[in-house]
């Protein structure tokens, strides 16, 4: 398992999670504040350099390793949602960018000077159809002018590049809706004060998400990635190392529920003996233990391949949905065996059962991922 293969790791990231408790996240919400000094502390460490290769000043660690670091915040209770994107996103530049790139922004990325977080993709009116989107880079001489709006773009506001896919030809003149479209690494300092307008969006946990609206904003040519026209691939890749990471984080959302829940069940006396001497609270969250353990498995495979340059959609998307559904589960067996108590901030189920319920949901939801199985690995017929 990924926590026994990079034992050491998991422990000295397990040391940092615990100077950041329940309290820390709790007074965070209520202040609806970023986690600006445990993103930090992660950055001085290392670990969100952890896949950036040691020419370009990080730690060049396997994917495997990134994982395993993704799992271990999460199971210390700690929310790696505030900073996951810059491990995933990241992926693209190293893969698709030129050497220019690549050496003017991935040291910087290492040392924290920039923070890679946000990643434009979504849209108000296009959804999971991601390749209608609408925003639009015209190409201008040495430039490029985007104009259009990204919804749901997460960290925005504590971002300085923002990896943005956007149409360099409209939908209608390709011969696939997959081509013509582009990536692009966006000066966010710069574009704020140049057409680019954030809106934060409050949801159920604190997730800094947020609306980005372009007018006329110029981005050099030079910070295109890759070729024009072939962005939807070099997204496609970044998505299923996202889609990996993400399953990681659930499985140790999963195993902080089961642990909090039985520990609880232990402890916990009505009617002169322990709550988890009942199989009615035993069954439950031994249930979703084995769920975790099923998940765990896949999210192993998935990043092995991912790691080997193999083929690996079908094992991203079903690691993250049985890691998505298997942290649910948990975290209702969780809710379930504190009773009242659930409810009540200080125990942090209540905030980690919000955080988790994301993933069955973004970055993908489970109905796309059954309708990849069902038609890209078991050849049904197409549903769109
Ligand atoms: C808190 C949060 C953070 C996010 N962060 C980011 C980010 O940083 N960057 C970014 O680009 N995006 C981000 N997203 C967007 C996320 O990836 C999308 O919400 C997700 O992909 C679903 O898209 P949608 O919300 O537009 O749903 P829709 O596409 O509108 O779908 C709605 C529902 O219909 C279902 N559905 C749609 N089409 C079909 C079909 N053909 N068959 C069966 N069911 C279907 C879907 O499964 C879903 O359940 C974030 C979202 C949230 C909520």
């Given at each position: 398992?990924?926590?026994?293969?990079?034992?050491?790791?998991?422990?000295?990231?397990a040391?940092?999670?615990?100077?950041?408790?329940?309290?820390?996240?709790?007074?965070?919400?209520?202040?609806?504040?970023?986690?600006?000094?445990?993103?930090d502390?992660?950055?001085?460490?290392?670990?969100?350099?952890?896949?950036?290769?040691?020419?370009?000043g990080?730690?060049?660690?396997?994917?495997?390793?990134?994982?395993?670091?993704?799992?271990?915040?999460?199971?210390?209770?700690?929310?790696?949602?505030?900073?996951?994107?810059?491990?995933?996103?990241?992926?693209?530049?190293?893969?698709?960018?030129?050497?220019?790139?690549?050496?003017?922004?991935?040291?910087?990325?290492?040392?924290?000077?920039?923070?890679?977080?946000?990643?434009?993709?979504?849209?108000?009116?296009?959804?999971?159809?991601?390749?209608?989107?609408?925003?639009?880079?015209?190409?201008?001489?040495?430039?490029?002018?985007?104009?259009?709006?990204?919804?749901?773009?997460?960290?925005?506001?504590?971002?300085?590049?923002?990896?943005?896919?956007?149409?360099?030809?409209?939908?209608?003149?390709?011969?696939?809706?997959?081509?013509?479209?582009?990536?692009?690494?966006?000066?966010?300092?710069?574009?704020k004060?140049?057409?680019?307008?954030?809106?934060?969006?409050?949801?159920?946990m604190?997730?800094?998400?947020?609306?980005?609206?372009?007018?006329?904003v110029?981005?050099?040519?030079?910070?295109?990635?890759?070729?024009?026209?072939?962005?939807?691939?070099?997204?496609?890749?970044?998505m299923?190392?996202?889609?990996?990471?993400?399953?990681?984080?659930?499985?140790?959302?999963?195993?902080?529920?089961?642990?909090?829940?039985?520990?609880?069940?232990?402890?916990?006396?009505?009617?002169?003996?322990?709550?988890?001497?009942?199989?009615?609270?035993?069954?439950?969250?031994?249930?979703?233990?084995?769920?975790?353990?099923?998940?765990?498995?896949?999210?192993?495979?998935?990043?092995?391949?991912?790691?080997?340059?193999?083929?690996?959609?079908?094992?991203?998307?079903?690691?993250?949905?049985?890691?998505?559904?298997?942290?649910?589960?948990?975290?209702?067996?969780?809710?379930q065996?504190?009773?009242?108590?659930?409810?009540?901030?200080?125990?942090?189920?209540?905030?980690?059962?919000?955080?988790?319920?994301?993933?069955?949901?973004?970055?993908?939801?489970?109905?796309?991922?059954?309708?990849?199985?069902?038609?890209?690995?078991?050849?049904?017929?197409?549903?769109?």
């Amino acid at each position: 398992m990924l926590n026994q293969d990079y034992a050491q790791i998991c422990e000295e990231v397990a040391k940092l999670c615990s100077g950041f408790p329940g309290e820390y996240w709790q007074k965070l919400e209520r202040q609806n504040a970023y986690p600006a000094e445990f993103v930090d502390e992660l950055t001085r460490a290392g670990y969100l350099s952890a896949l950036i290769p040691e020419e370009y000043g990080g730690s060049g660690l396997p994917f495997s390793a990134a994982a395993a670091i993704l799992e271990e915040i999460q199971r210390s209770g700690c929310n790696g949602g505030a900073c996951h994107a810059q491990m995933y996103i990241m992926g693209a530049i190293l893969r698709h960018g030129s050497d220019e790139q690549k050496r003017k922004y991935l040291p910087k990325i290492a040392t924290g000077e920039l923070r890679l977080q946000a990643f434009g993709v979504t849209e108000p009116t296009s959804g999971t159809d991601t390749t209608s989107l609408k925003t639009f880079a015209r190409r201008e001489g040495d430039h490029y002018v985007v104009n259009g709006q990204k919804i749901w773009t997460s960290r925005a506001e504590y971002s300085d590049l923002m990896l943005l896919l956007a149409r360099t030809t409209p939908k209608d003149q390709v011969a696939k809706k997959t081509e013509g479209l582009s990536v692009f690494i966006l000066d966010m300092q710069e574009a704020k004060n140049a057409g680019m307008t954030i809106r934060p969006i409050r949801t159920m946990m604190n997730h800094a998400t947020t609306e980005v609206f372009f007018d006329n904003v110029k981005v050099p040519a030079e910070n295109l990635v890759g070729e024009e026209g072939n962005g939807f691939r070099y997204i496609l890749s970044g998505m299923n190392a996202e889609r990996i990471l993400i399953a990681a984080e659930c499985v140790g959302d999963a195993k902080w529920f089961i642990k909090k829940a039985s520990d609880y069940s232990k402890e916990r006396v009505v009617f002169g003996r322990p709550i988890g001497q009942n199989q009615g609270i035993q069954f439950p969250i031994a249930r979703a233990y084995a769920q975790m353990r099923a998940a765990e498995l896949m999210v192993v495979e998935a990043a092995r391949r991912y790691e080997q340059g193999e083929s690996c959609g079908e094992e991203a998307n079903i690691a993250k949905m049985l890691a998505a559904e298997a942290s649910w589960v948990a975290a209702e067996a969780c809710v379930q065996t504190y009773g009242g108590f659930a409810f009540a901030e200080e125990y942090d189920v209540e905030r980690k059962f919000r955080e988790t319920r994301l993933y069955q949901v973004a970055p993908i939801s489970t109905n796309l991922i059954l309708s990849f199985i069902a038609e890209h690995v078991l050849g049904m017929p197409r549903s769109y």
